[in-house]
Structures are given as structure tokens and as C-alpha cells.
């Protein structure tokens, strides 16, 4: 690629994606290789307009925020990713800060386990990437701003996130969920304690969540690892499934799974879930921006 501007590097890298790989059904109707315009726009959290500025040159200053949506919906490598940054005329992020890219062996493995609600998560609990029973349980977090698809903001903030998720019960007792999260941000902020927006998240929570507040100065280490949970989803009712939490040392991810014992109720509604969107066929989705 002689081109190293934004704008060159954008569409170069656009057009090498494969549109499956961003989870998009292949089709006979594309005209060219690579990812459409309003397909990047859409799993950046951008306009496709600004996405065309950007590859026109006529946007010249991206921010940091707008540079790590489109690595991470273009799957850039951490290098790829640092050289998008430098095009910008921004500083790259740091490696001692929170990762957020989503390697292709663990997107196949999402996609390939399409009967279950999964979702893969960053250490500070920012949702990357799910597939469609996630949306069927959860909702569609593809229309949240990529900020919002943050789990902690979403049981403590005051922004979309928080009235997009659905009211989740633990049977570990009240609160139990709310305070294994603020702990494991706690255990996020010692292994990254130079991660500037992991330490905004936090602050912003402390300041606006008087709750947040209370568990953050008294949270150990609890590690999560799994609930029985129960969803009310607003079609089928309460939905009660066995929810594990499997870490990823290596790129320090988590994949949120659940499951359902053969015979229960939760198994049938899955069944049903899962029926629904296979008449649908909607592909995997991936997220955005940090």
C-alpha cells in the first residue's frame, strides 16, 4: 500500500476485510470485494457519511475514540491498528492498556456456537462482540453508541446503556452480579492502572452512581465465573438459564455464556429464540469502539 494516509488506509483495509468475518451473510449482489461503506459505518457506531469523509480526506482530524471503532470493525492488528492511529497524527494507544481486539480464532468460535446467547467482553467489561441469541436475550446493542455497550455503565450509569438492558436477576442473592462486576473493574484498574478511559469509566461511575460508589470501597476480588440468572424478556416472559463467565488469559477477554439443562423451560426458550432468528437469518455481529 503506497498510500499510507487515513484515508488510503481506510478503504485499503475495507476492501481486504471479508464481509463474513465482519458478520455479514455473503451475497450475490456485491459488486467488489471487501466491506460496504455502510457496513463499517454501522459496526463503528459512525455516520456513513463521516465514514466517506474520512476516505475522501475530508475529515481531518478523527479522535481517538472514532480511530479504535474503525480498527476494531476493520479487525486490525495491534500494529495495524497503531498505524492507523499515527495516520490521524494521534499517538498510538499503549499496550499496558485495556485490549480490545477480538482474535479471528475467537470469532469463529462465537459464530460456530450460533444455538447459544454468547457475548465476548474487555477486561473493563465492554461488550466486542456477540452473535444473534445474544441480541434475541439481551437486545440489539449494534444501536447503542459504542460507549454504551459497557456492562458496568449499564448497571450503573445514566446513559442508553443503561435502559437498553433488560432486568437480569442473580441467584446469588440481590446485588450479587453488580458487585462481581465493580470488583472484577477493581482487578481491572490493578493490571491497567495507566488505562486513562478505564480510569475515566470508573471515575464517572463514582461520581454519578452513589451505589457504584458504595461497592467500589468495598469490593474484594471476587472473580466471575458463572450464575443462574434470570432475564425478563419482554416476549417470552422470565427467561432462567445457567450464565458462565470463561476467561482468555492471553488477550484478557471474557466470553459470557448461557446455557440451558435438556427439558427445562430455559432450554425450550432457547429453542424458541433460536428458531426466531434462523427465520430471520441475521449474521454475527461485532462491536466497535473504545
Known amino acids: 500500500m503506497s498510500d499510507l494516509s487515513f484515508g488510503a488506509l481506510l478503504r485499503g483495509w475495507r476492501d481486504?476485510?471479508?464481509?463474513?468475518?465482519?458478520?455479514?451473510?455473503p451475497?450475490?449482489?456485491?459488486?467488489?470485494?471487501?466491506?460496504?461503506?455502510?457496513?463499517?459505518?454501522?459496526?463503528?457506531?459512525?455516520?456513513?457519511?463521516?465514514?466517506?469523509?474520512?476516505?475522501?480526506?475530508?475529515?481531518t482530524h478523527p479522535s481517538a475514540q472514532v480511530v479504535s471503532a474503525i480498527a476494531?470493525?476493520?479487525?486490525?492488528?495491534?500494529?495495524?491498528?497503531?498505524?492507523?492511529?499515527?495516520?490521524?497524527?494521534?499517538?498510538?494507544p499503549r499496550d499496558h492498556t485495556v485490549g480490545t481486539h477480538?482474535?479471528?480464532?475467537?470469532?469463529?468460535l462465537v459464530?460456530?456456537?450460533?444455538?447459544?446467547?454468547?457475548?465476548?467482553?474487555?477486561?473493563?467489561?465492554?461488550?466486542?462482540?456477540?452473535?444473534?441469541?445474544?441480541t434475541a436475550l439481551h437486545g440489539d446493542p449494534s444501536g447503542l453508541p459504542p460507549a454504551e455497550r459497557n456492562l458496568a455503565?449499564?448497571?450503573?450509569?445514566?446513559?442508553?446503556?443503561?435502559?437498553?438492558l433488560y432486568p437480569v436477576s442473580s441467584a446469588a442473592g440481590p446485588y450479587a452480579f453488580e458487585t462481581a462486576i465493580v470488583a472484577d473493574l477493581r482487578e481491572a484498574v490493578a493490571r491497567y492502572p495507566a488505562d486513562p478511559e478505564l480510569a475515566a469509566l470508573v471515575d464517572g461511575l463514582r461520581k454519578s452512581?452513589?451505589?457504584?460508589?458504595?461497592?467500589?470501597?468495598?469490593?474484594?476480588?471476587?472473580?466471575?465465573?458463572?450464575?443462574?440468572?434470570?432475564?425478563?424478556?419482554?416476549?417470552?416472559g422470565d427467561v432462567t438459564l445457567d450464565c458462565d463467565v470463561l476467561t482468555l488469559p492471553g488477550v484478557d477477554l471474557r466470553i459470557v455464556t448461557y446455557t440451558a439443562a435438556p427439558g427445562t423451560r430455559?432450554?425450550?426458550?432457547?429453542?424458541l429464540m433460536h428458531a426466531s432468528r434462523l427465520s430471520e437469518a441475521r449474521p454475527v455481529r461485532g462491536a466497535r469502539a473504545s
Open 16 to 25: 481486504r476485510l471479508d464481509p463474513a468475518d465482519a458478520g455479514y451473510a
Open 27 to 59: 451475497s450475490a449482489r456485491r459488486r467488489a470485494p471487501g466491506l460496504r461503506r455502510e457496513e463499517l459505518a454501522e459496526l463503528a457506531g459512525l455516520s456513513v457519511e463521516y465514514v466517506l469523509r474520512l476516505e475522501q480526506g475530508r475529515a
Open 72 to 92: 476494531r470493525a476493520l479487525r486490525l492488528t495491534p500494529a495495524e491498528r497503531d498505524q492507523l492511529f499515527r495516520a490521524a497524527g494521534l499517538l498510538a
Open 102 to 108: 477480538v482474535p479471528p480464532s475467537i470469532r469463529r
Open 111 to 134: 459464530a460456530r456456537l450460533g444455538a447459544l446467547p454468547i457475548g465476548v467482553f474487555a477486561a473493563d467489561w465492554s461488550l466486542l462482540w456477540w452473535n444473534d441469541m445474544w
Open 153 to 164: 455503565r449499564a448497571l450503573f450509569g445514566t446513559g442508553e446503556g443503561r435502559w437498553h
Open 209 to 236: 452512581s452513589p451505589f457504584f460508589g458504595e461497592l467500589w470501597a468495598v469490593a474484594g476480588m471476587e472473580q466471575l465465573t458463572g450464575d443462574l440468572k434470570t432475564i425478563s424478556h419482554p416476549e417470552l
Open 266 to 271: 430455559g432450554a425450550d426458550q432457547l429453542d
